[in-house]
T-cell receptor
Framework: EDKVVQSPLSLVVHEGDTVTLNCSYE??????LLWYKQEKKAPTFLFML????IEKKSGRLSSILDKKELSSILNITATQTGDSAIYLC???????????FGIGTKLQVIP | GAVVSQHPSWVICKSGTSVKIECRSL??????MFWYRQFPKQSLMLMAT?????????EQGVEKDKFLINHASLTLSTLTVTSAHPEDSSFYIC???????????FGSGTRLTVV
């Protein structure tokens, strides 16, 4: 059965800190791993990772996939209070396969 | 714990027919369930929020009469796509939770293809 495990479950940091969120997976027929940010309504798509070792970057956020270790990390540098959210990892999404979401990491950034 | 089962995983139906998708919380009681639709570039759009025993709250632009949502019990919500058309073909995902610190758990999604 497909499994996506995220750690830590919850994290509280001060503004300006750098955080690393972890996601490990056991997914049959791996195609991609995705990161989402959930604040209020629908999760907001952040990154889709398909190739190992290639970092994807968007502003202060970056993510990389390690297919050998079956894991991915999401880095947020110089955190801001607006980064407070639940960060979800999922794989794969779309196509004719089931999607498996991790339970998320709740990040709280305090001033 | 906190498992959400979505059924079916994949359905193909003829244009004009209706399709029902179920979302069940297996080991907890979900006071709130959300229904999402996936759009290109992996974005998820919230369609509606369903609270047990009351009418669902639909997001702007989502047709209530087309996407019927029923949340009759604390463990089951259903989304019925009525008179489906090819443009309704999409990936539909539910999430369920109690709204507390544990957040919400996602189902595994349903791929709907209307031919």
């Amino acid at each position: 059965e497909d499994k996506v495990v995220q750690s830590p479950l919850s994290l509280v940091v001060h503004e300006g800190d750098t955080v690393t969120l972890n996601c490990s997976y056991e997914v049959t027929n791996f195609r991609s791993l995705l990161w989402y940010k959930q604040e209020k309504k629908a999760p907001t798509f952040l990154f889709m990772l398909t190739s190992s070792g290639i970092e994807k970057k968007s502003g202060r956020l970056s993510s990389i996939l390690d297919k050998k270790e079956l894991s991915s990390i999401l880095n947020i540098t110089a955190t801001q209070t607006g980064d407070s959210a639940i960060y979800l990892c999922a794989g794969p999404l779309g196509g004719y396969q089931k999607v498996t979401f991790g339970i998320g990491t709740k990040l709280q950034v305090i001033p | 714990g906190a498992v959400v089962s979505q059924h079916p995983s994949w359905v193909i139906c003829k244009s004009g027919t209706s399709v029902k998708i179920e979302c069940r919380s297996l080991d907890f009681q979900a006071t709130t369930m959300f229904w999402y639709r996936q759009f290109p570039k992996q974005s998820l759009m919230l369609m509606a929020t369903s609270n047990e025993g009351s009418k669902a709250t639909y997001e702007q632009g989502v047709e209530k009469d087309k996407f019927l949502i029923n949340h009759a019990s604390l463990t089951l919500s259903t989304l019925t796509v009525t008179s489906a058309h090819p443009e309704d073909s999409s990936f539909y995902i539910c999430s369920a939770g109690t709204g507390g610190e544990l957040g919400y758990t996602f189902g595994s999604g349903t791929r709907l293809t209307v031919v």
